[in-house]
């Protein structure tokens, strides 16, 4: 680890998988929406359980 941090090597791995996740989103949007509809039914379901409780 000290040799990544000393090289910067963990941010700029990171910020590449960002670009790299970015352009794969923007080329595939229907994934995106796919995934916020899901989270939504999570949290309507999860919502359910506490109000239950």
Do not use: F
Not at 14 to 39: F, G, T
Request: glycine fraction near 4%; charged fraction near 25%; aromatic fraction near 8%.
């Amino acid at each position: 680890m000290t040799c990544k941090h000393a090289t910067g090597y963990l941010e700029r791995a990171y910020a590449r998988l960002a670009v790299l996740q970015q352009r794969w989103l923007d080329a595939n949007p229907q994934s995106a929406i796919e995934w916020r509809s899901l989270r939504q039914r999570e949290a309507e379901a999860a919502t359910k359980v506490l109000k239950a409780g």
